[in-house]
């Protein structure tokens, strides 16, 4: 899956891929590098808004 990340106030977009199958067994810290990478200010809340988006 690739998120898309727009910044509101600097018009910055970023554009991070995020590997989600099932096999593959993914750290939590290599969950917070790409919520990091995306601009996620809530590592909970980005990661309730990927289990929705699967």
């Known amino acids: ?4 990340y727009d910044h509101t106030k ?4 970023r554009v991070v891929s995020v590997p989600l199958t099932d096999s593959d067994q993914i ?10 990478q995306c601009g996620a200010d809530d590592f909970e809340a980005w990661c309730e808004w990927i289990d929705e988006h699967r």
Do not use: H, K, N, P
């Open 27 to 36: 750290s939590q810290d290599a969950y917070r590098s790409i919520a990091d």
């Open 1 to 4: 899956m690739e998120l898309r």
């Open 10 to 13: 600097t018009d910055e977009v």
